[in-house]
């Protein structure tokens, strides 16, 4: 395994990793954080690369911009979404239909075989519900069919290489799927005496798991076993399921702490992972409710989605309170130009707008923090409603 660490000193930055020599860059270069400069944006005084669950850095080549990566986890399509723009060059390995050579009309249709084919991107999809990336283009490079559309279908454990000229936010984005590999995943479980919801906190939000009914009260179940039978069915549900470091427990009423004590005496071992919050409401809503009150910080504070979520509320509360803040395309335009922003957030719907890099390079070229939010969770939905940009001022421009 190739491990890939940085140094930082003032004016300079080395690229290293075990078996190369070091690559010194000065202070004019990292400023321009080009592919020819540098692969990832500078966070830490040391940072290791490597990790059996993160994205995986296999190969780079300054020269052209080429970086060649390898899908560990579901968060990592996530971010090749936000990476990969129109005009992109993509390689990987899929599979074609062989070119076959007839007499007829009506040619006939190949045999798939498996290829390794170039495309230039024109279109980026991202789905969540089945962990894959699809991105359609134009195939630039392969043995047949140069010039037609194909369609890339890359999941977890997939290789690719990505040749472009690399932007700051691309860089941060990068950097960020690299170092999430040291924190921890977050299950949650919310519940009321009717239904169950376990979910993940992933990177680009909440993704649900299962969804658990509980039985009716009638004959099936006398004595008042009906209970006994939904705790039960909840603890099989998330003994299949990838809990991490922690399993949050919210909901209302008294079906939350029943099931805590039902676990405690069924599997101490995952009830010692337990953090429980009261909510008003049980199922999705719930956990949005939790993470809007930053239940469990020590737990999720260093999750993507509770930072995203902190941020924006801490926007929402300026706009109630008339602190500094600006937002909309125009209104965080003229707070950039003033070097007025301290934090500027910017939806991944819009972040590839014309304009949008020019804004996140002068807030950056000011000292200011740019953080993509995703908008697949429900802070990121709010922060679309305001035209997609927003910003904490340092003074007010008005």
């Given at each position: 395994m190739i491990k890939l660490y940085y140094s930082f000193s003032p004016g300079s930055v080395k690229l290293f990793h075990d078996h190369s020599r070091n690559l010194d860059f000065g202070h004019s270069a990292v400023s321009m954080l080009t592919p020819r400069a540098i692969s990832f944006s500078?966070?830490?005084?040391?940072?290791?690369?490597?990790?059996?669950?993160?994205?995986?850095?296999?190969h780079r080549d300054p020269k052209t911009g080429e970086i060649k990566l390898r899908v560990e986890n579901p968060?990592?399509?996530?971010?090749?979404?936000?990476?990969?723009?129109?005009?992109?060059?993509?390689?990987?390995?899929?599979?074609?239909?062989?070119?076959?050579?007839?007499?007829?009309?009506?040619?006939?249709?190949?045999?798939?075989?498996?290829?390794?084919?170039?495309?230039?991107?024109?279109?980026?999809?991202?789905?969540?519900?089945?962990?894959?990336?699809?991105?359609?283009?134009?195939?630039?490079?392969?043995?047949?069919?140069?010039?037609?559309?194909?369609?890339?279908?890359?999941?977890?454990?997939?290789?690719?290489?990505?040749?472009?000229?690399?932007?700051?936010?691309?860089?941060?984005?990068?950097?960020?799927?690299?170092?999430?590999?040291?924190k921890p995943l977050v299950a949650f479980l919310a519940l009321d005496d009717e239904e169950a919801l376990i979910a993940q906190l992933r990177q680009y939000g909440v993704r649900e798991l299962a969804s658990i009914r509980a039985p009716g009260?009638?004959?099936?179940?006398?004595?008042?076993?009906?209970?006994?039978?939904?705790?039960?069915?909840?603890?099989?549900?998330?003994?299949?399921?990838?809990?991490?470091?922690?399993?949050?427990?919210?909901g209302p009423g008294f079906t939350r702490e029943a099931f805590v004590e039902f676990l405690k005496a069924r599997d101490p071992v995952l009830a010692a992972k337990v953090h429980m919050h009261g909510t008003a409401h049980a199922g999705m809503q719930g956990i949005q409710e939790a993470l809007k009150a930053g239940v469990g910080a020590k737990v999720f504070g260093e999750s993507r989605v509770g930072y995203e979520t902190a941020l924006v509320e801490k926007l929402l509360e300026a706009l109630a309170t008339d602190r500094p803040n600006a937002y909309g395309p125009a209104e965080v335009q003229e707070a950039a130009d003033a070097g007025a922003i301290e934090t500027l957030l910017v939806s991944d719907a819009v972040v590839r707008n014309p304009g949008?890099?020019?804004?996140?390079?002068?807030?950056?070229?000011?000292?200011?923090?740019?953080?993509?939010?995703?908008?697949?969770h429900e802070a990121g939905q709010k922060l679309e409603a305001l035209g997609g940009v927003a910003a904490l001022l340092r003074f007010a421009i008005k």
């Open positions: 500078i966070r830490r005084n040391t940072v290791s690369l490597h990790g059996p669950t993160s994205m995986r850095v296999l968060d990592d399509l996530w971010h090749l979404h936000n990476l990969l723009l129109p005009g992109d060059l993509v390689r990987a390995s899929t599979t074609r239909r062989e070119e076959v050579k007839s007499d007829k009309v009506r040619p006939e249709r190949g045999e798939k075989v498996r290829v390794t084919l170039t495309i230039r991107v024109e279109g980026v999809e991202f789905q969540a519900f089945s962990d894959r990336l699809r991105i359609t283009g134009v195939i630039v490079e392969g043995l047949q069919d140069l010039g037609r559309h194909h369609t890339l279908n890359l999941g977890v454990e997939d290789v690719l290489s990505i040749i472009k000229t690399w932007k700051v936010h691309e860089l941060h984005r990068i950097d960020e799927a690299v170092a999430a590999a040291q009260h009638g004959k099936m179940f006398p004595s008042g076993d009906a209970r006994s039978v939904f705790l039960e069915d909840i603890l099989n549900s998330l003994r299949t399921t990838e809990i991490g470091e922690a399993l949050v427990v919210v949008i890099e020019d804004v996140m390079r002068t807030v950056e070229s000011a000292r200011g923090t740019v953080v993509l939010v995703s908008r697949h």
